[in-house]
């Protein structure tokens, strides 16, 4: 996921919007306000049911090289 205005991110290459109540967790699992973050990085995500951005967990290395059992 990149990280690019406030309010939009980038899904595999594919612009998404950010719904109204979402929240990104750090690598710490604290909450980070979408304004304060930029960039690229390895995460985990969950939309809601209008197809937004809800829930983003971004992945420690050890976190990403495990594979996501939903796939």
């Known amino acids: 996921m990149t990280f690019a205005s406030a309010g939009t991110v980038l899904v595999d290459d594919e612009p998404a919007a950010l719904s109204p109540s ?3 967790r750090n690598t710490y699992n ?19 049911k209008h197809g937004q951005v809800h829930r983003v967990w971004i992945l420690t290395p050890e976190e990403a090289a495990v594979p996501d059992p939903k796939r």
């Open 30 to 48: 604290r909450i980070v306000l979408p304004s304060h973050i930029r960039g690229e990085y390895k995460v985990r995500v969950k939309f809601d």
């Open 22 to 24: 979402a929240q990104i």
